[in-house]
């Protein structure tokens, strides 16, 4: 692991989701980006100390010279957004597989660079877009794959958020503070959950973003980043769209919700209820698909760890994606992972509608 | 009532929520456009004979010409739109106060030279924007005006159904079929639907449209009016705002909702749920408002007429809007109702929309 | 009308219900239980002075010498339970119909004089309990008829209310005094709520009680009746069914739901949110029946005034006991109300409850 | 650990919840109750030969003749319930901490020998009364002792399946057919879920059962056990309670929830949306209370992992109970974990359910 050292939140979800199923183990890192804080960080969760090391250029030298076998299999990468792409490519073009946070990049040409590196290395590449992960999602991907909802023609995903209702970046509250540098973050809202919301319509649709206009906003007075968008897009097959992401919501938590409405049918799925989804056929009545339960489908069962009526959470969607992206490493068939594409893509989608400002743009 | 024959929807709902609190009788009418039907269908509601008028022509000059105390205090215009306005006009300049469908008409030019004769007969003019008549609605418009929430920052409104997903207008089914036909109705799901999510949206945050972008379309084929469309809007005082409409969303029913986003807090309301408000402080934990309960306070109170958990639906809003334009004919002070110039406010939204073609147009 | 005078909440209720359909006018009253209230409450709604009468006597008397089709068709019975017997009575054996409120009486012995007094006269006569005039309450029945669910398990019906948690009736509320006065109510929670509940199960699983265990209790200090009990029960075909009711939970507004479990499948259904209900059938996914929506039946449809997604509430299903009554009176064949035999039910189920003292009881 | 072999659903949880947090690792168990499955079982989740135990008997043997530090320092028993006690008290005696299944036993004499065993060797014993595990159950339990919602006066608890609405045991299912057994599982629904209900109760209210009066019943034909249940209760300080667990309630899954009703505020939780829960103060609005969110409190979030709106579920809550009993056995104070009386009041409680006939007994 690079990144995620103490007090980062997202460092030790990743190490719950890794090994949730016991399939990993965390055996070497550089936890923090000053030898001192990475050092101790590492202690903190247990590095052998000669494994826990003090930069991420270390840690890829010492562990390609370790003999196959001893060495680490994959690297999990949960930096700031700006190292995303020194610390992947180093990795890749050493023959590491690598699980690497959202958004990829910062930009465009950083994103191509390193797609770039994982093609010629052929090495497994996972980006943590987490919340297609979840069991229920999946399912939704395979009703609209199968036919369920006909033809999509109109979708409406959101991802609302309140924590950054105030200026929390100058209070010094650490998430808050690397995500509000546009040096280190790149975006703000549109990279923070506007990638997620991407992924998970293009994931939920499988259509790609054909053009749109976004409208990008910073409300919060003193704030260096978006926090703010809305985002009315054109989707291969025609389809419509509208994508709204903001941070400014009090009273919402962590609130993405996507809604599909296709020729024949309709799915409706929120994030924070992620347990049951709502499909309804046209001239039927709307039915209550649980996961694991009744009409769930296979690849949602797949992807379930606990009875319906039992309820899974975040962890266990990040988890799929390690699980997804161990199982590649394993060189099994079908295994399920957002991969390098979909990482440029969220990329080009935010790029792209930080240019938009208010007209509409290809993608 | 000029409108409304047998087998017209909202007639009858007229009727009822006219007569709910007692305060009026249905004593003349034209109830639909050809003579025939029209007499027809005021003997099916039992207009005596006399007063049950086969043209709305017939019946501004017979009303006019009965003494003071026999004649009809107000009228109720519930034709399709393209007859708003030469009715509406007719019955103003004979000085009778009249309670109108929305959208007011089908052009600005024709909104703005009703709202003249409105002007110079000085007779009071509601238009039924009846989601507004919901107690909780007027609940929120106070608690925005109160400053429970701060300065308005972001508003979702949308109002999605799904009846329309298939081309119904072409089964001959009557209310698609007028609503589909652009030389009557004028807009399709701009003008049914939109027009109220932007006077509900007007109403609660109390703030006006300066600019938009409007994409707007046809989604399903065969029909000749827009049924589908994604708004973004900047506010008065620099706040945004995402409106939607679409009557192609398999599933929907009814589902008009607002969300408003303020420096201090939120709300949040759907139409389906009336009876419940949620209110979030910042930095406190949301509350369910409910209709007569806790926190709703004196405005919505003085729009109720049973206690908490005793639901009050559809009627009952609707009757409030007859409420508040009976107060007005009294010459009651503080009568509240969606008056004239709310619905040329609707028009020309439902104008600027259609002219937007994807581009921000001032408003 | 005989009670329900100025600062009644139910007389309101009852006239606007009456009269939603516009196939009532009130026209005679005695409105409260003295003279000068009576004749003050009757001009305030508007009685003619001749047919706003001091005492019920008066009234029954007048009636009934005045010309058919001058006399009152029918009489609705709003007063505090101890004088439904006897004005009940009184009408019923002048030949009037009756609409009288729930519980029937205070005692058995009070009701069967009552039924033997119906069954002499041959008049019609509808107790309120108003729930059952929800469309979905309805559906469910005829889905537990046609055997959508199987043979009848298990159900919990429940009423749990929280404007009682403090003793209101000793700060002279009036709903609250006289329901608190054991002479005047009989019972507390079980009559004024626990009969509506046992109502309900009887209406929607077309069952009866067999035999009873009912924990009755006085929670709040002071309080002369009860406010909250627990009833196990027996019913016919071997069913199961739980039973709860109470006016001290705070926090609850009008809580009456209702769940049957059968050998194939499953209801559920909230008052608070009349307009959907439930259904599951084994192995299937749950789904949404909305009023008149997609599955909701016939019979629902026939109770429903407004398209799905426009809320009805209280008022609509009390008008639709009275809508039954009505076409009973007008002899209409299929009129569907509660009628004497529910009445009588009720309050043998009341009866049987206090003398349980939590031990079985036949019923 | 002892049983939770191949196709056991609770072994695997028990697995995955103790190592959540990173705080344990499985390194011998006797998998299953044959040593031919036993030791298959092992051999698929990698345990070491040497401690992969064909019989308990001899685990407890060879782990006792382990050097300290070498041997286990806690074993987690989750056979079927007769198996709890003899292989419990073995352990125990042993000097090993013990994590073991609800219920506790079979018996009441089987639970208090096995308390005694617990009160002579000092050692750690903690019951999976996984639901308690909830951060918000614990938040509701600390509201209550701080007297959020005053003196307890009613309390309803329900734990609703509909998994064996069919006679599941006689076609062989796994967990059916042991569940089914009256000579393995002691008890049917109140021994599976009836207990998790009752601890529930205890643990938020504080309070402890006085009496009661069950009505217990088997409602699927050809079912050796109960399916259904319906308690009254006393509590202590007065107040009443009822509990009702059925497996035959199709469209349920996995239902337990509490309400609790005090003289000055409510609570309400449901486990399949356990984030979540209503806080009801007298006079005031209900209020949403999230998990870490505003009003939690310390003890939830002490309890939780993740930000609020990103779900936690079913295997934090009982990954909280290890990380209590690993607290205490690493002779933290303050750790929280479901004891042995816990167990032993689980116990007592089903007796004198089984016992009551629908009569009140004291408990």
Not at 104 to 129: G, M, S
Not at 296 to 308: F, K
Request: glycine residues 12%; neutral net charge; hydrophobic residues 40%.
């Amino acid at each position: 692991m690079v990144g995620g050292g103490t007090g980062a939140f997202i460092g030790a979800v990743h190490r719950t989701a890794a090994t949730l199923d016991g399939e990993a183990t965390f055996v070497a890192g550089c936890l923090s980006s000053t030898p001192e804080r990475a050092l101790a960080s590492g202690r903190t969760i247990g590095l052998a100390e000669d494994r826990n090391y003090p930069t991420w250029q270390a840690m890829v030298a010492a562990e390609k010279a370790l003999p196959a076998g001893q060495r680490i299999d994959a690297v999990c990468i949960v930096t700031p957004n700006h190292l995303h792409n020194p610390v992947a490519v180093a990795f890749v073009e050493a023959g590491f597989h690598v699980i690497c946070d959202k958004p990829l990049t910062r930009t465009v040409a950083e994103a191509q660079e390193l797609a770039a590196a994982v093609r010629r290395a052929k090495t497994v590449f996972a980006v943590t877009y987490n919340y297609t992960g979840y069991p229920l999602v999946r399912a939704m991907g395979e009703m609209v794959r199968s036919g369920k909802i006909g033809a999509v023609r109109k979708v409406f995903v959101e991802y609302h958020q309140g924590w950054l209702a105030t200026d929390l970046a100058s209070t010094g509250q650490k998430q808050a503070a690397w995500r509000g540098d546009p040096a280190i973050a790149g975006a703000g809202a549109l990279g923070d959950i506007g990638s997620h919301a991407e992924n998970l319509l293009r994931t939920v649709t499988g259509l790609s973003i054909e053009s749109l206009c976004a409208d990008v906003g910073t409300i919060v007075p003193g704030r260096r980043v978006d926090d703010d968008a809305a985002v009315l897009m054109k989707l291969s097959g025609g389809a419509r769209a509208v994508l709204t992401c903001s941070q400014v919501c009090i009273g919402e938590e962590n609130g993405l919700s996507i809604r599909v409405y296709g020729e024949r049918g309709s799915l409706r799925w929120r994030q924070e209820d992620p347990n049951a989804l709502t499909f309804t056929a046209l001239d039927a009545a709307p039915q209550i698909i649980t996961r694991g339960g009744v009409g769930s489908g296979d690849v949602a069962r797949a992807a379930t760890r606990l009875p319906p009526g039992h309820p899974e959470g975040f962890y266990e969607a990040f988890a799929n994606v390690y699980r997804g992206a161990f199982a590649a490493i394993r060189g099994e068939s079908g295994a399920v992972y957002p991969g390098i594409e979909d990482g440029v893509h969220g990329v080009h989608f935010i790029e792209k509608c930080l240019a938009s400002k208010g007209a509409w743009v290809k993608v």
